[in-house]
């Protein structure tokens, strides 16, 4: 025993152990600042993004107006005199430009009067946009019974007019602009004063189609939203139902071997795969091979499809595997079939992480830009999509793609409407997480 006891190492002295123990819970409160700063970095950024982001963003959600009475005069409106839409209709845009510029003429007399002698029809003209023929036109085709009858319009001021009434605009940037005229700034302030020139909400910015860079302040996202949800319709009805049969099989039923063993380790690879990667594969089978058309919202769905079913069956996966064995065990102990305790026991309860991942897995596809600018999508579309099924082979294009679209054009008022396109995508990510999370606590059991 005494040989033993002195073979021992001396324990440390008393003063050592505290300084021990004080370099280890200096350590630990070292690890947890640079864990509460980390955090705090990250909020910093994400604050500055969404600060950002609002702040370029909101302005698109409101317009400037110009509002002037105008005469719809039914001669040159309803030659035929039936109100017949599609008599209506063969009186294109510009037979009413010359209704407008006669409403101008006489709001520039009437401003005249007011003490506003500078603001000429042809100041005006150059105010108001470019399309305010086709917004007259879409009026009285929407509303056959206001010709005849002079009525109070709104129409859309011009993009340069609209981006200085924001603020995005000054005098000394307009100063080297060839295509606004600092005349038309006076005028402007001039006009909001007299109430004539107004800036408010916008719904239209929601349900537009895009427009030319001519007309900024025209571009909506109406038929980028439709073919959003076009496309998450496609993946919802193909990616869900597959992809969880699938994980069922491979976790449930499929025999362990070397070819299961392949088909795991391929789809773990597949959900690491660029997403541009399967726009190649849009490319190359849905469209060279199926034959189906481009930009069209059955390829962008299929294609989102193939790449968001490696997320969901990964998902799943995990979701059955964290179901104790024990249930499955009782069940099949008490007479159950094997597809009974899977269908009646294991899945019930691995519902909320199956819905959180598939959820997860559309948010995904919702934000997803290089497969579609690949398949087409990034065309220019003016026309929306029709009606279900048939609207799915309409050209039309997605919300992500629409912000591409709009940052690649030089008018600063494509930029702000770039960043409420963000806004749009970003409500509804947020939208569809929340859903993931409240039936993740709704569908939740405990065992």
Known sequence: MTDIASALPALPSAEARAALTRRRYAAERRFRACGVGAVAIGLAAL???????????LPAFSQTFVRTEIFLDAAVLDPSGT?????????????????????????????????????????LAGMISEGASAQLRSYVLANPEAIGKTIEFEFLATGR???????????ETAAGDARLDPAQL????????????TKRLNPAFLTNPDASENRPEA?????????????MLIVLVLSLPIGVAASIYLEEFAPKNRLTDVIEV???????????VFGILGIAFFINFAGLPMSAPIVGGLVLTVMTLPTIIIATRVAIKSVPPSIKEAALGVGASRMQAVFHHVLPLAMPGILTGTIIGLARALGETAPLLLIGMVAFVKEFPGRLPGGLF????????????????????????????IIVLLVFLVIMNTIAVVLRQKLERTW
């Open 47 to 57: 604050v500055l993004l969404l600060w950002s982001v609002l702040d370029r963003g």
């Open 83 to 123: 109100r017949d839409p599609e008599a209506m209709k063969k009186v294109l845009t510009f037979g009413y430009t010359p209704l407008i510029k006669a409403s101008l003429a006489d709001l520039s007399a009437e401003l005249q009067a007011e003490g506003a002698p500078g603001i000429t029809p042809a100041l």
């Open 161 to 171: 007019i609209d981006q200085f009434v924001k603020g995005n605009v000054t005098r």
């Open 186 to 197: 006076d005028a402007a302030d001039q006009l909001m004063k007299l109430g004539v020139m």
């Open 219 to 231: 571009a909506g996202l109406g038929v980028a939203l439709i073919g959003s949800a076009y496309m």
């Open 266 to 276: 391929n789809i773990s690879n597949l959900a690491a795969v660029p997403s541009i």
């Open 394 to 421: 309409d050209p039309a294009t997605a919300l992500p793609v629409q912000v591409y679209n709009f940052t690649q054009r030089a008018d600063p008022a494509f930029v702000e409407r770039a960043s409420g396109a």
